[in-house]
């Protein structure tokens, strides 16, 4: 656009007009051949320098002035300046006709050619005259850098009359990309393809578009209004113009445009048909194929259905199994169905033909049929036949994205992906799960990639589907639920969870290794507590039986010798002494046994029927009661932890029998199988109840320590007590395998 050519041409001419202020003498070209100087800005002051010296200098100013003008009064010299030389805005003097002048709100571009080139002026600092195509003038003023070429910057402008415009350079559309015609007044030919008036450049301006061999040219018609062009489309034509590039900020050509600003500067060659709906109608099957005579650059005129209609972009034409893409500025609705006559222009797109620049009008008195797609296997969309033909296929959905406004179904079988486009957003979709099978009616449109094999046969890359509306979305079968998307979310929670339930379940081990440390320290301190308290009761139990018992035979024998020396029986006393001598030696000598089993457990056998014995004579001894021993035939000698407490326990129950019960009879019976040992011992004292009888809170102790002995060695206790019938108590241990 214009907007572009000012701030890409004369934009960058804005150099400081000042940097020029010298008193250089000016090179005034009244005629071209015959330069006069001229001394305006130099004057010269009495000096007392000799004249010699003056007269070199004068000659030196001479010579330098000559020299600078002569190379900045043509174009070509301006153009030849390099970027630093032309920044340094060297003094330039031209004498040209004007090609392009356009004037608007202030702003004005302007081209002029000498006989060696054309160049742009920047008139930022002159005094402009009203210029027009074909003035000759002359221009004072300075080169400057450019965006892209040098050109010149006027400080003062002169119209001399009406010039003769100069022949202009035929070109072609690759010259033209060259970027070596910028500013160059030139001709083109071409075929008119469209005609559009743009108000938003400046100034504004008729866009005429040429369709030239190998490719379109653009002619911007300054000012000039549209109305002037319409009967032009389809009409070859012969357009003289300036060339102007456009440049980025590398000083890098990348466009092109043709710049006129008279209708005049237009010349038809063949007029354009009458009627484009005239023409005779070319079948779709034909479109672009070989003609002897070359691909015609004309307007054709083509019949067909509407198959899509994408309001403001494009709309595809079917004529029975052949398809083409339409491009159209036209406004006027159509929808899927409609018979439309259409005159385009046929041009190659990336794989089929299509029509461009196209005007279409319904074919009265015909009824909008939509168009039967062709059902196809999906592989077969990119092998290039069903190009722009309106089809049905079935596929996997995939996924679904917006792309650019236009809702894009993925759809995927085996290996090839080809995504479906719908000119609507997402809500607008019917509910679709990612996986389900589809049916999608659409027209294909083949998609091409570079072609890395030798091969005449343009192989298609991938296609894609271009659909009408939502209702060619039809789902065949609805996936399931468990999408792999989903199954992969719900995967993560379960490993996550899994994960917090290994970290918790170890927390936990943790915590419970802790508790349980905790719970056998306690139970080690408690068992150590019990050890000790069984010890305590087991030097109780022992005290009692040994100690108290033997003291107990000895208070009695002391009763008896104190009952003899009342009856004055010495030989009485002696005995009762001598026994309680041997009842004290007995208890010392269980004390000490004691003592010793306390300190270093002993695992020597013990002849129990032999201390049973002992026991018989010294309780016989010490008390009137008569007493009956029974002991198996043969019985093995017993670990002394078996023996012991059996011993401790007859020991206490004789001493209760003759102490408490006062019993005139005791028999002590120890049987003896494979399996245990059983310590009977019954005597006809007097009864007591076994339940309620006195214990530890009342200072016995003797039946308790039985009942400890017993349970600690895994034994039974049975204990009855009749009136009349005395006491019986029996104890069985289990005898050691």
Same mark, same amino acid.
């Given at each position: ?81 390099? +970027? ?11 004498? =040209? ?82 970027? #070596? ?17 743009? =108000? ?72 354009? +048909? ?37 309001? =403001? ?121 990612? =996986? ?130 009342? #009856? ?170």
């Amino acid at each position: 656009m214009l907007t572009t050519l000012e701030g890409g041409v004369s934009g960058a001419a804005d150099h400081n007009a000042s940097a020029r202020q010298f008193f250089a003498p000016r090179l005034h070209q009244s005629n071209r051949h015959h330069p006069t100087l001229e001394l305006a800005h130099l004057v010269i002051h009495p000096s007392p320098m000799p004249r010699c010296r003056l007269l070199v200098l004068l000659l030196l100013l001479l010579l330098a002035a000559n020299h600078a003008q002569a190379d900045l009064t043509t174009a070509t010299s301006i153009r030849q300046l390099s +970027p630093e030389a032309a920044a340094a805005a060297p003094a330039a003097k031209l004498r =040209g006709v004007v090609t392009f002048n356009a004037q608007w709100r202030g702003q004005s571009n302007t081209a002029i050619q000498d006989t060696t080139a054309g160049i742009f002026v920047s008139l930022v600092n002159a005094m402009e005259p009203k210029l027009q195509l074909g003035d000759e003038v002359e221009i004072t003023g300075e080169a400057a850098k450019g965006g892209y070429v040098p050109l010149m910057r006027a400080n003062q402008v002169r119209v001399l009359g009406r010039g003769t415009l100069p022949e202009p350079e035929r070109v072609d559309l690759p010259q033209l990309r060259s970027g #070596r015609l910028d500013s160059q007044w030139v001709v083109v030919e071409g075929i008119v393809r469209d005609v559009q008036h743009d =108000g938003s450049v400046t100034p504004p301006s008729t866009i005429l578009t040429l369709a030239l061999p190998g490719g379109r040219a653009e002619v911007f018609m300054a000012l000039v209004p549209e109305a002037d062009f319409q009967s032009l489309i389809d009409a070859r034509v012969e357009v003289r113009a300036v060339c102007f590039q456009y440049f980025n900020a590398r000083r890098q050509s990348f466009q092109f445009r043709l710049m006129a600003c008279e209708a005049t500067q237009l010349t038809v060659l063949t007029p354009s +048909p009458a009627a484009p709906f005239a023409l005779p109608i070319t079948p779709l099957h034909s479109l672009l194929q070989f003609d002897p005579k070359g691909t015609p650059l004309h307007r054709l005129r083509v019949q067909g259905r509407v198959s899509l209609h994408w309001p =403001g972009e494009f709309f595809f034409l079917q004529d029975g199994t052949d398809g083409v893409l339409v491009r159209s500025r036209q406004k006027e609705p159509l929808r899927a169905g409609d018979q439309v006559d259409v005159a385009a222009f046929a041009a190659m797109g990336p794989y089929a033909g299509t029509l461009e620049d196209a005007v279409y009008q319904k074919i009265p008195n015909m009824d909008s049929q939509l168009a039967t797609p062709s059902a196809v296997r999906f592989e077969t969309l990119v092998d290039g036949r069903m190009d722009a033909r309106l089809v049905s296929t079935e596929a996997l959905l995939e996924s679904i994205a917006l792309r650019e406004d236009h809702a894009v179904l993925m759809l995927r079988k085996g290996s090839l992906v080809v995504p479906a486009e719908l000119p609507v957003p997402l809500d607008a979709l019917p509910a679709l799960r990612i =996986g389900s099978l589809v049916r999608i009616t659409g027209v294909c449109q083949i998609q091409v990639g570079p072609q890395r094999r030798f091969a005449r046969v343009f192989q298609p890359e991938s296609a894609r589907l271009l659909l009408r509306g939502v209702e060619d979305i039809t789902v065949l079968r609805a996936a399931s639920w468990w999408t792999s998307q989903r199954l992969a979310i719900a995967l993560i929670i379960a490993v996550s969870g899994l994960g917090l339930t290994v970290l918790w379940l170890s927390g936990l081990h943790r915590r419970n290794a802790r508790l349980q440390a905790e719970i056998s320290a306690r139970e080690q301190a408690e068992a150590e507590v019990k050890r000790r308290v069984d010890e305590r009761h087991l030097l109780a139990a022992d005290l009692h039986d040994t100690l108290e018992q033997s003291l107990t035979g000895v208070a009695l024998q002391l009763q008896a010798t104190r009952d003899a020396l009342d #009856r004055d029986e010495v030989d009485e006393e002696e005995a009762h002494l001598t026994l309680a001598e041997r009842l004290l030696a007995h208890s010392r000598a269980e004390v000490h046994r004691a003592v010793r089993d306390l300190r270093s457990p002993s695992q020597q056998s013990l002849d129990l029927p032999a201390a049973l014995r002992e026991l018989v004579r010294l309780s016989s001894a010490a008390s009137k009661a008569k007493f009956s021993l029974t002991l198996p035939e043969s019985l093995s000698d017993l670990p002394s932890h078996l023996a012991y407490p059996l011993l401790r326990i007859a020991q206490e129950a004789v001493t209760n029998a003759l102490k408490h019960a006062s019993a005139s009879r005791i028999g002590i019976t120890l049987d003896a199988d494979r399996k245990a040992l059983t310590l009977t011992i019954q005597d006809d004292g007097i009864s007591f109840d076994t339940i309620s009888s006195p214990g530890p809170a009342q200072g016995h102790f003797g039946l308790q320590g039985i009942k400890e002995r017993t349970a600690r060695l895994n034994g039974t206790l049975r204990l009855h007590s009749q009136h009349g019938q005395g006491t019986r108590l029996i104890v069985t241990l289990p005898f050691p395998t």
